[in-house]
């Protein structure tokens, strides 16, 4: 088992009012699994994202990563965790402008601390790994949508991580680059690499492998997608 999600539930406090976002949510994620998160807006899943991925705490419940008690560790730890082992992908790519489709790429290996002269021949193998080696030396500028979620996508692997996040990745793309960057996840998860994306698009939600739907902070349905 990869991690391990139980009993969570998270509040927000609003003025002197307590607002539940997420209410008894347990859920687990093998190795290799292939998972979508499905919701409406408000309806906690990004939420739940940030909490998996170690940027925010439940107000209560228990997270297991590799068998290690998240909640128990410091923020340091936590930021170890964050480089080495959890990638993310984003809507809005979020891409240095000033930066190559490399140097973007190379960003993750400095903070894991990897080796400098190492960091380039790494990040290009990343980038031809999402079919972009041509592209290496192109500014975010010159690149199109679907080519600047695919950087993004070579940056959450370049340290070859248990699990990729990506909250709404074809979110910011044309019908086209949407279906080409979920090819590439389908053809990554085929290679061994642990996907978990949210989406409120159900086209994109059902080429998962699992669906889990959530609504108002609690799981309605998880269910095995043929």
Same mark, same amino acid.
Not at 21 to 46: F, H, N, R, T
Not at 67 to 80: K, P, T, Y
């Given at each position: 088992?990869?991690?391990?999600?139980?009993?969570?539930?998270?509040t927000?406090d609003?003025?002197?009012?307590?607002?539940p976002?997420?209410k008894?949510?347990?859920?687990?994620i093998?190795?290799?699994?292939?998972?979508?998160?499905?919701?409406?807006?408000?309806?906690?899943?990004?939420t739940l994202?940030?909490?998996?991925g170690?940027l925010d705490?439940?107000?209560?419940?228990?997270? =297991?990563?590799? !068998?290690?008690?998240i #909640?128990?560790l410091?923020d340091?730890e /936590? &930021?170890?965790?964050?480089?080495h082992?959890?990638?993310?992908?984003?809507?809005s790519f979020q =891409?240095?402008? !000033?930066?190559?489709? #490399?140097?973007?790429?190379?960003l993750? /290996? &400095?903070?894991a601390?990897v080796?400098?002269?190492?960091?380039a021949?790494?990040?290009?193998k990343?980038l031809?790994r999402v079919g972009?080696?041509?592209?290496?030396?192109f500014?975010p500028?010159?690149?199109?949508?679907?080519?600047k979620?695919?950087v993004?996508?070579?940056?959450a692997l370049?340290?070859?991580p248990?699990?990729?996040?990506?909250?709404?990745?074809?979110?910011?793309?044309d019908?086209?680059?949407?279906?080409?960057?979920?090819?590439?996840?389908?053809?990554?998860n085929?290679?061994?690499?642990?996907?978990?994306?949210i989406?409120?698009?159900?086209?994109v939600?059902k080429r998962?492998?699992k669906?889990?739907h959530?609504?108002?902070?609690?799981?309605?349905?998880?269910?095995?997608?043929?």
């Amino acid at each position: 088992m990869l991690l391990e999600l139980k009993h969570i539930y998270k509040t927000y406090d609003i003025g002197a009012e307590e607002v539940p976002i997420l209410k008894d949510v347990s859920l687990s994620i093998e190795k290799g699994d292939y998972l979508a998160i499905m919701g409406p807006s408000g309806s906690g899943k990004s939420t739940l994202m940030n909490i998996i991925g170690c940027l925010d705490k439940p107000s209560s419940g228990e997270y =297991l990563f590799e !068998g290690r008690d998240i #909640l128990s560790l410091s923020d340091n730890e /936590l &930021s170890e965790i964050r480089a080495h082992n959890i990638g993310f992908v984003f809507q809005s790519f979020q =891409l240095l402008k !000033g930066e190559t489709a #490399l140097q973007n790429v190379m960003l993750p /290996l &400095s903070f894991a601390n990897v080796k400098k002269n190492l960091r380039a021949g790494i990040a290009e193998k990343a980038l031809d790994r999402v079919g972009l080696k041509e592209r290496m030396s192109f500014l975010p500028t010159q690149l199109s949508g679907g080519q600047k979620q695919r950087v993004a996508i070579a940056r959450a692997l370049v340290n070859n991580p248990d699990i990729i996040l990506a909250d709404e990745p074809t979110g910011a793309l044309d019908q086209k680059s949407g279906k080409s960057v979920m090819e590439l996840f389908e053809k990554l998860n085929s290679e061994g690499v642990t996907i978990v994306l949210i989406t409120h698009d159900e086209n994109v939600g059902k080429r998962a492998k699992k669906l889990l739907h959530i609504v108002d902070g609690e799981i309605l349905e998880h269910k095995k997608e043929a």
